[in-house]
Every structure is written in structure tokens, then in C-alpha cells.
């Protein structure tokens, strides 16, 4: 049977790069130890991954789940392999470093020491990409893989934009967007910020954020601006915005404000403005390497961070600060980059090729 052509689409260049600097950001903020206090607004981050991931997502397969080229299925089963092969290292990684710590009768964070029990629990769990019944000691996460739990919330999403959003009208989406609004300020309100989402109590807050966002994307896609115009200048704006909002200083007392304002109002605007920006040659270059590398650098980090402390005590100790933290986080990128390109591109091929065996796929 003839597999039918893959096509191309424009790739939104930009968009690349302000996904790998926030990847970056998020780096920062588990590596404190390396780099020192985490900046106050770098989880907003994680906000922006699912606005970008909205519009990327309508982009590539929005056409073809509407007119039923795709199934539901079929986009689901994509979107899962899409995820899955880092996601298992990332899962393997650090059920390995779990079980070297409990061996070693080390605590994995302060006086917290790994229990068996749970250990195997979370692991089976995070084999079926789901968070697990009880809640871990370390961390009191869900996910033995930290960035899990967006990952998670961001496939039901997916699953909610195959079933209906791909077809949804903009009143639809504009109800979905008002209601997951409501809840985010109802948790910027019980948590004082929107750093929230990835322990049990905070499930609805994760849900509305990634409702909110991708759904922000997917409008945003449409109403997008056809024609992208090649602006340097803007461009390093663009990114030079996204910088100082993940790095900005906000007051304690503010913080819920400034986190609202920012998802409901700045990471819109940038996806509007950075999406119809062509960037010049060389930030082209280096944002289309940073967007390569940022899924597997959030999903890969926190295991390879905790490896490093456990491979190269010496050198990660807080005496060397900063300057061995950069070295590592430009580590974890490179190491990134390489699986990237190296497994999981090639892998996404073929596992698209079968997916989509007479149905063109734009490859996201």
C-alpha cells in the first residue's frame, strides 16, 4: 500500500524560540542550588508551552480534524507518541536515581527519604502517563517525572480538542475561555500566584490553566495574521519581552495580579504578535535549535540535574555557582538537542507514517 506525502507548512520560527528560552527558565528554577534563587515568574512558563502548544496544534492538524480526514484516534495516538519516547527516558532516569537513593540511604529533598511502595505505584503509573492514586512524599507530586503532571493535563486537553474543540465555534471556545478564567482567579487566590497544578489539591488549578492557554492558542490561530513579515528588530523584542516576564521581580503581595495579567494579557499578545514575525538569520538559527531542544530539555532536566549532583558531587556544590549551573544547563540543552534529532525525530517519522497511512500529516 502507498503511503501518501507527508507535506510542509511554514514553521513559525519564532514561536520556537520563545518555547526553548522558557524551557530554559524552567531549568532555573530546579537547579537553584546551581544558578541560585529561582526567579520569581519562570513557572509562567509553563502557561506560555500551552498557549504555543494550542495554535501549533490547530496549525498542524486542525484542517483535518474537521473535515474528518483524522480521527480523534488517530490524533490522540499521535500525540501520545509524540510525548512518549523522552517522557520514558525522563521515567527511567529518575526511578533510577529513586532506587540508587534508597539504596544508598540517601533523602532525594531535605528529610525526605524514598518509600519502596510508593516508588513502584508511581512508577506503573507513569508508565500509562497517569498520575498516581496516592500522593508521593518527595515533592508531595503526583508524577515521579515532575513536568508530568502539565504533560498530563495537557493531553485531556488535547483529547477535548479532537472530540470537539477542532471543530468548535468562537463562541464555544470563548465560553471554555471564560469559565477556566474564573477558576485561574479563584486559585491565584487560594495560592497567591498560579504556581499551581501539580499536587492533588491543586488538580483544577492545572486544568484551568492549560484550558485557558490552549484554548487562547487555538483562537489565536485563527485570528492570527496570514502574512508574516520579516522583522528583525521585533523579533529580538519578542524574545527580550518573554525574558523579562519570566525574570521580573514581582513583590510577594502582587504576585496573584501579575500572574493574571500576564495569562490573560501578555502571553496573548506576544503569541499574536511573535506569530506573524519571520526573524532574522541568526536568531532564526539559534531559535530554531532552542525550539528543537525545549521539549525534550522539559522533560529531561530534573533527572539529569539530579544525576549530575550524584555523577559529579564535586563540581555542583554551591561554591561554584554560577558558573558550573550554566555549564550544566548548557549541558542538558546540548544533551537535548542530540536525542532529539538523533531518536526522537526519526522515531516521529515513522511513527507518523503509520499513523497516517492515506491521510497527509502536517508534521508539528
Not at 473535515?67 to 488517530?74: A, L, M, T, Y
Not at 532506587?99 to 510508593?118: C, K, Q, S
Not at 472530540?163 to 495560592?191: D, E, H, K, M, W
Not at 519581552?241 to 525574570?247: D, E, G, S
Request: proline share 5%; glycine share 6%; with cysteine.
Amino acid at each position: 500500500m502507498e503511503i501518501a506525502k507527508i507535506p510542509t507548512r511554514d514553521r513559525f520560527v519564532l514561536l520556537d524560540g520563545l518555547r526553548g528560552i522558557a524551557a530554559i527558565f524552567i531549568i532555573q528554577r530546579h537547579a537553584e542550588d546551581l544558578l541560585g534563587k529561582a526567579l520569581h515568574s519562570s513557572y509562567l512558563g509553563v502557561d506560555l508551552f500551552f498557549a504555543l502548544s494550542g495554535f501549533v496544534l490547530a496549525h498542524a492538524y486542525g484542517a483535518s480534524l474537521s473535515d474528518g480526514r483524522i480521527s480523534s484516534f488517530q490524533f490522540m495516538k499521535a500525540r501520545l507518541l509524540r510525548l512518549y519516547p523522552l517522557y520514558a527516558i525522563a521515567l527511567l532516569l529518575v526511578t533510577a536515581y529513586y532506587i540508587r537513593m534508597y539504596f544508598a540511604g540517601l533523602p532525594v529533598m531535605a528529610d525526605e527519604y524514598v518509600i519502596p511502595n510508593e516508588l513502584l505505584l508511581a512508577f506503573f503509573t507513569g508508565l500509562l502517563f497517569l498520575p498516581s492514586p496516592i500522593t508521593i512524599s518527595f515533592n508531595a507530586a503526583l508524577f515521579l517525572v515532575h513536568p508530568a503532571w502539565s504533560l498530563f493535563n495537557e493531553l485531556v486537553a488535547n483529547l477535548a480538542y479532537a472530540l470537539r474543540g477542532a471543530r468548535a465555534t468562537p463562541r464555544q471556545i470563548g465560553i471554555l475561555i471564560a469559565v477556566s478564567a474564573v477558576l485561574l482567579v479563584i486559585a491565584a487566590l487560594q495560592f497567591d500566584r498560579l504556581h499551581a497544578g501539580f499536587r492533588r489539591h491543586e488538580m483544577y488549578a492545572g486544568m484551568a490553566r492549560v484550558f485557558f492557554s490552549f484554548s487562547m492558542g487555538m483562537l489565536i490561530y485563527r485570528y492570527r495574521r496570514k502574512t508574516p513579515v520579516i522583522r528583525p528588530g521585533q523579533a529580538l523584542i519578542c524574545l527580550a519581552l518573554l525574558i523579562a516576564v519570566l525574570a521580573f521581580p514581582t513583590p510577594r503581595d502582587w504576585r496573584w495580579i501579575f500572574d493574571l495579567f500576564v495569562v490573560f494579557l501578555v502571553w496573548p499578545v506576544l503569541l499574536y504578535w511573535a506569530s506573524a514575525i519571520i526573524p532574522g538569520r541568526r536568531t532564526a538559527s539559534v531559535a530554531i535549535f532552542l525550539g528543537t531542544a525545549s521539549y525534550a530539555v522539559y522533560v529531561l532536566h530534573a533527572p539529569l540535574l539530579d544525576w549530575a549532583h550524584v555523577i559529579a558531587p564535586g563540581i555542583t556544590g554551591p561554591q561554584f555557582a554560577p558558573f558550573a549551573g550554566i555549564m550544566l544547563v548548557a549541558l542538558v540543552v546540548i544533551i537535548s538537542w542530540s536525542l532529539t534529532v538523533w531518536l526522537d525525530q526519526p522515531l516521529q517519522k515513522r511513527f507518523k507514517r503509520r499513523i497516517f497511512l492515506r491521510d497527509p500529516l502536517v508534521q508539528k
